[in-house]
């Protein structure tokens, strides 16, 4: 089982950008998929955008498409969120989260098994 650790959180101002990264130890596979979700209190967590281990396939939700950038750095296990243009409704506890890559239901929390501890964004207006 992958283990995941999240860092790169904090607060910003409205329009800025912050990079989060997910370090991953233990085995990866080039089916291995890294998702980012998010959750904001009182809300359920949400789909924020998903890369195969790969690199050959990346979804980003429709609410951070554009905006957001996820890429991986094989060297280094690791992926990173870059999040631009930032808005107060990015407000959340980002967490990135790892499973086997099957195409369908990715966007579902129940699709991963391995979770990080998660990060928080601040994004003032």
């Known amino acids: 089982q992958v283990q995941l650790v999240e860092s790169g959180g904090g607060l910003v101002q409205a329009g800025g950008s912050l990079r989060l990264s997910c370090a991953a130890s233990?085995?990866?596979?080039?089916?291995?998929?890294v998702a980012w979700f998010r959750q904001a209190p009182g809300n359920e967590r949400e789909f924020v955008g998903v890369?195969?281990?790969?690199?050959?396939?990346?979804v980003y939700s429709d609410a951070v498409k554009g905006r957001f950038t996820i890429s991986r750095d094989n060297a280094k296990n690791t992926v990173y969120l870059q999040m631009n243009s930032l808005k107060p409704e990015d407000t959340a506890v980002y967490y990135c989260?790892?499973?086997?890559?099957?195409?369908?239901?990715?966007?579902?929390?129940?699709?991963?098994?391995?979770w990080g501890q998660g990060t928080q964004v601040r994004v003032s207006s």
């Open positions: 989260a790892a499973g086997f890559w099957t195409g369908v239901y990715y966007s579902r929390a129940a699709q991963y098994n391995s």
């Open positions: 233990g085995r990866t596979f080039s089916s291995t998929a």
């Open positions: 890369i195969v281990w790969s690199g050959d396939r990346i």
